[in-house]
């Protein structure tokens, strides 16, 4: 919403009439009184500078004439640097989900993935089988706050392999070590 109002504020301040285009604020404008330099302040070779757009040799007094000289070998050497390729170091990017799973798919090919529902045990159920997730640490713990147990993950999956073993990640696409799922006999 509040681009929204932004966008009309611009609309309207770029659609003033002719006659009252001062829109700047009080604050704005002696923003850019403060920033202006008096170009009778300035020295001479930057008041032709100003006018004729250019610097002449002969218009700079000896030290200028040394400052510009020193300038404009400094910047040469820093153009040396910058036209060097610079290593550039790959950020860490952080994994999304999808790029998880696929992950998963790549590590185990030709699997399968299914989505099922842990109860506040740990319990979930798949293909007629009970199985119960670690709930006593991690991301499947409960966390106590002022309105009672609250869990992070509330789902767990399945990953089918193509030998008939199962595999299982969070719902997040994380892979769970092997001792966190156990089957519950009946």
Not at 8 to 31: F, I, N
Not at 45 to 59: A, D, F, P, Y
Request: glycine share 4%; with cysteine.
């Amino acid at each position: 919403m509040k681009w929204l109002l932004d966008r009309c504020g611009t609309l309207l301040l770029r659609d003033v009439p002719e006659d009252s285009q001062d829109t700047l604020t009080s604050y704005k404008e002696s923003m850019i009184r403060l920033r202006e330099i008096n170009a009778s302040d300035c020295p001479p070779s930057v008041s032709s500078l100003l006018e004729g757009s250019e610097i002449t040799q002969q218009s700079l007094c000896d030290t200028e004439n040394q400052s510009l000289n020193t300038f404009l070998d400094q910047l040469s050497e820093w153009e040396q640097v910058l036209k060097k390729p610079r290593k550039r170091k790959e950020k860490a990017h952080p994994s999304t989900r999808f790029e998880r799973l696929q992950a998963i798919h790549k590590q185990y090919p030709g699997c399968q993935i299914r989505l099922c529902r842990v109860d506040v045990n740990g319990d979930f159920q798949y293909d007629n089988e009970q199985y119960c997730v670690d709930s006593t640490c991690g991301k499947y713990a409960p966390h106590k706050t002022r309105y009672g147990d609250q869990y992070d993950m509330d789902r767990i999956l399945v990953i089918l392999l193509p030998n008939g073993s199962k595999a299982f990640a969070d719902q997040d696409g994380y892979l769970l070590d092997a001792g966190m799922v156990t089957k519950i006999e009946r």
